[in-house]
T-cell receptor, first 115, second 119 residues
Framework: DVKVTQSSRYLVKRTGEKVFLECVQDMDHENMFWYRQDPGLGLRLIYFSYDVKMKEKGDIPEGYSVSREKKERFSLILESASTNQTSMYLC??????????????FGSGTRLTVV | AQKVTQAQTEISVVEKEDVTLDCVYE???????LFWYKQPPSGELVFLIR??????QNEISGRYSWNFQKSTSSFNFTITASQVVDSAVYFCALSAASKGGGSNYKLTFGKGTLLTVNP
């Protein structure tokens, strides 16, 4: 089975800190994604990457950046954490060519609290 | 632009009741895929089903069934004889299948429906 692993289940950071959320997938998927999930708002796409060193903004990229130096790893960076970035962050990956047919595989999520 | 609407924010039922979760979608693409995911309290989204836009056959998998109707742009999900373990947030999602750049390679999710099945 494809596995998507997020390095931390829970994180508590201070306002202004630089925060790194790490995600690793083990099935050679081309596409990787970062979502945040908030009550009443569902899942919103922050950034995604369809190849190494490639990235594209999602629906809510402000305050975030990403890095994909290797195919299996996709990092989400909060340059200066703020309290409104307190949320559940979900990483996902998928095959590229027939994306629609395969859907996404998700990690277990990182619950980030910024104090 | 793609949009998925799950009008039911929360549903509460008693065990063994049948329950239907509604999903209405919008897209201009003629080729697209629809998905349902389950998110139990543990947090990980679990894939349930995929349906492409050319296949309107309904599907049944155990106690789960899905009704896809292009005429009403709906992809509803029914759980028959619900159980406490079905308690979760359920997400409907839409993806265009066309290639042509990264902007097509993403799922658009509804806001989810929280299903609570009480014993």
């Amino acid at each position: 089975d494809v596995k998507v692993t997020q390095s931390s289940r829970y994180l508590v950071k201070r306002t202004g800190e630089k925060v790194f959320l790490e995600c690793v997938q083990d099935m050679d998927h081309e596409n990787m994604f970062w979502y945040r999930q908030d009550p009443g708002l569902g899942l919103r796409l922050i950034y995604f990457s369809y190849d190494v060193k490639m990235k594209e903004k999602g629906d809510i990229p402000e305050g975030y950046s990403v890095s994909r130096e290797k195919k299996e790893r996709f990092s989400l960076i909060l340059e200066s954490a703020s309290t409104n970035q307190t949320s559940m962050y979900l990483c996902a990956s998928s095959l590229s060519v027939f994306l629609g047919g395969y859907g996404y595989t998700f990690g277990s999520g990182t619950r980030l609290t910024v104090v | 632009a793609q949009k998925v609407t799950q009008a039911q924010t929360e549903i509460s039922v008693v065990e063994k009741e049948d329950v239907t979760l509604d999903c209405v979608y919008e897209t201009r693409d003629t080729t697209y895929y629809l998905f349902w995911y389950k998110q139990p309290p543990s947090g990980e989204l679990v894939f349930l089903i995929r349906r492409n836009s050319f296949d309107e056959q309904n599907e049944i998998s155990g106690r789960y069934s899905w009704n896809f109707q292009k005429s009403t742009s709906s992809f509803n999900f029914t759980i028959t004889a619900s159980q406490v373990v079905d308690s979760a947030v359920y997400f409907c999602a839409l993806s265009a299948a066309s290639k042509g750049g990264g902007s097509n390679y993403k799922l658009t999710f509804g806001k989810g429906t929280l299903l609570t099945v009480n014993p």
